[in-house]
C-alpha cells in the first residue's frame, strides 16, 4: 500500500475494497454531481462524461455535505469524484472536485492531467473524507444499526429462546462506542485528537446523527448485503459493464454465503417449517417492538424460516463484515494509512490551480502526524490476529454450543471450519505477473478469518 500509494489504480480500487460504501454508479436518470471538460475527458478516457454516462461506464462519490461541518484550524474539503470503466475493463479515476464553504461556485476539478502533487493532493482530501465517513459513520452503520434490533430482542425474546442466544453471541459487547466517543471526544480527555481532523468533535456527532436518522447508515432490510449493492448499481446493472474486479463483493459473499448457510441450519433445525416461525408468539413480538424501538425499515414481517436467516444473516453482516471494513483493518491499514491520506491539511484549500509543487508543505505537523499513525494502527488490533475473536471463531464458543442442538453444534463446527481453511487460502495471495492483486496494486485480507474481529469491537 505505502509502495504503491500514488498508482491510480491504488486510489480508485481502494473504492472497491476497503472503502466501498459510498461509491455508486451514475445511473440512467441520475444527474451528474459536476461538469468535466469534454476534452480532458477524452483525453482521459476517450469518451466524454455524457458518454460515459449513458454506457453505464460512470461511477461517483459524494461527500459535498463535509463542506458544510464545523471546522477546526486544520483544513479540508467536502468532495465529489468520477471514477470510470475504461474500454479494457478496467476501474480508474476521472475527476475530483473540492468544494469549500463559500467558494462552491468555484470549486476546482482535478484530474490525472492536472500536476502530479496537485492530483494526489485532491486524492488525499477525497480520502479524508471517505476516512472520516468510516471513522464516524460506522459507530451508526455497524453500532447502532445492530444495536436497535438487539435492544428490540431483548425487551421481547427470553433468554431461553435460541435467537436471544445467537444475538447475544453477535452482539457480545454492545451500547459502549456512545459513552466511550461521548467522553474521549467531545468531553476532552482525547482533546489533542480532534484539532488535526478540518472538523470538530461535535461536528462528528452531528453528522453521524444526519447520516443515521437519513437513512443511509441506520435502513435495515434495504442495506441488506447484496440488496445494498444493487441499489446502488454495483452489482447486476443491466445498462453498463459489470465490474471486472471487485475484491469487496468478492470476499464478502464467500463470508456470507457461509454465515448463510450456519444461520440455515440453525433455524431449519429449531423451526420445522414456516409456521412454526410465524405462530413463535416471542419473534412476533420482538417485530412488534422494533417499531417503538425505531428500529428504521426493519422488515415488515417474520413468516418464513428465510425471514429470520435474512435477519440474523444481516445482524452478522453489520458487527463482523461492515465494523472490519469500517473500523477495523479496513479504515486503520488502509485508507487512513500516512502518507497516502493525512486526516486534515495545515494549509487552506488552493483557490486557483498551479500552486500545489511541494504538497510536503500541506501535511501535518510531526505531532499530527504521530497522532493519526498511532489512532488508527491502534485500530487494526494486530494482537488480535489468529485469536479466537476473530470471525472464524463467531459461533465456536462453548457457552453459545452447549445450549444448542446437534445440528447447530455441527454447523458452528463446519463454519469454523471452513472459516480457517478459507484463510489459510488468502493468506497465499499475491501479486500476478502485472504486479496486481485482482486489479489492485496491493494485496488485499482486511476480512481474513483469521484477522477480521467477529463482533463490533470498540
Avoid at 469534454?38 to 482521459?44: F, G, L, N, P
Avoid at 466524454?48 to 453505464?56: C, F, K, V, Y
Avoid at 463470508?255 to 448457510?261: K, R
Avoid at 481453511?421 to 481474513?448: I, K
Wanted: net charge negative; with cysteine.
Amino acid at each position: 500500500m505505502l509502495t504503491n500509494h500514488t498508482d491510480d489504480r491504488t486510489f480508485s480500487m481502494m473504492r472497491l475494497s476497503s472503502i466501498p460504501y459510498r461509491l455508486r454508479r451514475v445511473q440512467r436518470n441520475d444527474a451528474l454531481l459536476f461538469p468535466v471538460d469534454e476534452d480532458v475527458a477524452r483525453s482521459i478516457t476517450g469518451h466524454s462524461l455524457e458518454e460515459l454516462h449513458a454506457q453505464g461506464r460512470l461511477f461517483s462519490e459524494d461527500f459535498a455535505e463535509m463542506k458544510d461541518q464545523e471546522a477546526t484550524p486544520a483544513y479540508g474539503a467536502g468532495c465529489q469524484a468520477y471514477f470510470y470503466i475504461d474500454n479494457a475493463g478496467d476501474f480508474l479515476p476521472l475527476a475530483i472536485r473540492l468544494i469549500v464553504k463559500g467558494r462552491e461556485d468555484s470549486a476546482l476539478v482535478y484530474t490525472p492531467k492536472d500536476i502530479l502533487d496537485e492530483w494526489l493532493f485532491a486524492k488525499m482530501t477525497i480520502n479524508a473524507n471517505d476516512g472520516w465517513h468510516s471513522t464516524w459513520g460506522h459507530t451508526t452503520m455497524s453500532h447502532s444499526a445492530a444495536e436497535a434490533p438487539y435492544l428490540a430482542a431483548i425487551r421481547s425474546l427470553s433468554e431461553n429462546h435460541p435467537i436471544m442466544a445467537i444475538m447475544n453471541r453477535i452482539e457480545y459487547t454492545p451500547w459502549s462506542i456512545r459513552p466511550n466517543l461521548q467522553d474521549s471526544l467531545v468531553n476532552g480527555s482525547m482533546d489533542t485528537g480532534p484539532k488535526y481532523y478540518p472538523w470538530t468533535a461535535d461536528a462528528a456527532r452531528e453528522w453521524a446523527n444526519k447520516v443515521y436518522s437519513s437513512g443511509e447508515t441506520s435502513n435495515y432490510s434495504s442495506n441488506y448485503f447484496l440488496t445494498n449493492l444493487r441499489k446502488r448499481g454495483l452489482i447486476d446493472y443491466k445498462y453498463g459493464p459489470a465490474l471486472k474486479s471487485f475484491p469487496y463483493y468478492e470476499d464478502a459473499s464467500v463470508l456470507m454465503q457461509s454465515i448463510g448457510e450456519f444461520m440455515t441450519s440453525f433455524i431449519n433445525s429449531y423451526y420445522k417449517n414456516d409456521k412454526a416461525v410465524a405462530g413463535d408468539r416471542e419473534l412476533q413480538a420482538w417485530l412488534k417492538e422494533t417499531v417503538p424501538g425505531q428500529v428504521h425499515d426493519f422488515p415488515a414481517k417474520i413468516q418464513t424460516r428465510q425471514d429470520i436467516i435474512d435477519i440474523l444473516k444481516h445482524q452478522a453482516y453489520l458487527n463482523s463484515i461492515v465494523h472490519a471494513i469500517m473500523s477495523g483493518n479496513g479504515n486503520q491499514l488502509d485508507v487512513m494509512a500516512l502518507p497516502f491520506t493525512t486526516a486534515g491539511w495545515q494549509l487552506p484549500i488552493p483557490t486557483k490551480k498551479g500552486v500545489i509543487t511541494d504538497i510536503m508543505t500541506y501535511m501535518p505537523t510531526p505531532e499530527a502526524a504521530a497522532w493519526q499513525v498511532a489512532t488508527y494502527a491502534a485500530g487494526n488490533r494486530a494482537s488480535w490476529k489468529d485469536t479466537n475473536q476473530t470471525l472464524a471463531y463467531m459461533f465456536d464458543s462453548a457457552d453459545l454450543l452447549g445450549r444448542m442442538n446437534k445440528q447447530t453444534q455441527a454447523a458452528a463446527a463446519k463454519f469454523k471450519t471452513d472459516m480457517l481453511a478459507l484463510s489459510d487460502q488468502w493468506r497465499t495471495r499475491g501479486f500476478d505477473e502485472n504486479g496486481l492483486d485482482r486489479g489492485m496494486p496491493y494485496v488485499w485480507n482486511v476480512l481474513d478469518p483469521k484477522w477480521a474481529i467477529y463482533w463490533s469491537v470498540v
